[in-house]
């Protein structure tokens, strides 16, 4: 298992550092894993020039599986467009060709306290949102600006989905629904949208290939809807780039805290970036007060996806809810009058309970 570590800016280093440990406890029980660091971001601009350098192009390229902490920083506000870390991101997504984007929003009992919503509507909530990352309308041409016949100012974007760009996202849909409650939940917008047209017509001609999957349609703005209103309908949500970057926010907070949802984007062979979906968290950089579990548990994503061992995945997962059921708690979960633990011991608490 060749793994690429991009730790970034931030908090990133810190949150890596304990992931780190669940790979040297692994290492320590016999499991072959091989870990590369290099730079992504504005740490990867500091150090050698660009968010996205040529080295960590090649030890990325390399690896089986990519795990990130985040990128970005006040400091690298003022940098040009194109050395700024996001590019780092965009700049990695694109060279591995990452088109699906796999973001649980999983809460722990424990933590339904922390949700935005009643305890009640989100106690026990475990979905999965898919997310196509390469196309729509954030990609499609013709875009821009001009002049229109009245003289006024134009800025327009084309909406475009080709059918084996549908057909690759909606197959990943069904395949991660096999693995999980085999529901899936495709949303578009079909009502109005000739490519939502096609996106629905493309995922209902693969259903007969998934007979054990229950297929189902939904307009995205019901989706957002129903996501406040009842999120535990849904196992598997399947959607395009907007229509996802959009459910998968808003589904981040039913779960409580950023700081516990890890997310995968993955290519077409299963290789993957694993990452927690929240930044750099610069305000609490280098204090021992960031959560680490989002980034532990997007190394279970890693064991699961990429590696097809979801015995090491669910051990880590059960540690996540030994630790939390011991009463641990970082900063951003913790309830008002609660002790609150450090980054690192987290991590230390969360290998013990690996250990067990
Ligand atoms: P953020 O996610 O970094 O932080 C938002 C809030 O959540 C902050 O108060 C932060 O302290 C808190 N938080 C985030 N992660 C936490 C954790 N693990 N534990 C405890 N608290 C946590 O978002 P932001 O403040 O909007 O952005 C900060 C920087 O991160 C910016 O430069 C932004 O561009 C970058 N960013 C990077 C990524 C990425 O690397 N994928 C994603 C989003 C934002």
């Not at 016999?30 to 960590?56: M, N, Q, V, W």
């Not at 957002?224 to 309908?233: F, N």
């Not at 951003?332 to 009058?337: E, R």
Request: proline residues 5%; charged residues 25%.
């Amino acid at each position: 298992m060749k793994i690429a570590v991009l730790a970034g800016d931030g908090i990133g280093p810190e949150i890596v550092a304990e992931a780190i440990k669940i790979f040297d406890v692994l290492r320590a029980e016999g499991e072959t894993i091989e870990i590369e660091r290099a730079h992504l971001g504005g740490a990867a601009h500091d150090a050698e020039g660009h968010p996205y350098p040529p080295s960590t192009q090649r030890i990325a390229g390399a690896a089986d599986a990519v795990l990130l902490g985040a990128v970005g920083g006040p400091q690298y506000d003022s940098l040009p467009r194109a050395m700024r870390p996001e590019q780092g991101i965009l700049g990695i997504r694109k060279d591995l060709q990452l088109f699906a984007n796999l973001r649980p929003a999983l809460l722990y009992p424990e933590l339904a306290g922390a949700s935005s919503l009643k305890p009640e509507i989100v106690a026990g909530l475990d979905l999965m949102i898919i997310r196509e990352l390469t196309g729509d309308i954030y990609f499609g041409q013709p875009r821009g600006r001009r002049t229109n016949a009245q003289g006024d100012d134009e800025g327009f974007d084309t909406m475009l989905y080709a059918r084996p760009e549908i057909e690759r996202i909606a197959r990943v849909g069904f395949a991660t629904a096999m693995k999980r409650g085999r529901k899936l939940c495709s949303v578009d917008k079909a009502n109005v949208l000739d490519t939502s047209i096609l996106w629905r017509e493309v995922v209902t001609g693969l259903a007969h290939e998934y007979p054990e999957v229950q297929l189902s349609h939904m307009y995205v703005d019901n989706a957002a809807m129903q996501l406040v209103r009842a999120p535990k309908q849904f196992d598997v949500i399947v959607t395009g780039n907007i229509f996802g970057d959009i459910l998968s926010d808003e589904a981040s907070m039913l779960a409580g805290s950023i700081g516990m949802l890890p997310s995968a984007s993955l290519d077409a062979r299963g290789k993957g970036l694993y990452e927690p979906i929240h930044g750099s968290a610069p305000d609490i950089a280098g204090t021992n007060k960031a959560n680490p579990l989002a980034t532990v548990l997007s190394v279970g994503m890693m064991f699961r996806y990429t590696f097809g061992r979801a015995d090491l995945a669910a051990r880590i997962e059960a540690a996540v809810r030994r630790v939390l059921a011991a009463g641990l708690r970082t900063g951003d979960i913790a309830a008002p009058g609660e002790a609150v633990t450090g980054t690192r011991e987290m991590g230390d608490a969360l290998v013990a309970a690996l250990r067990k």
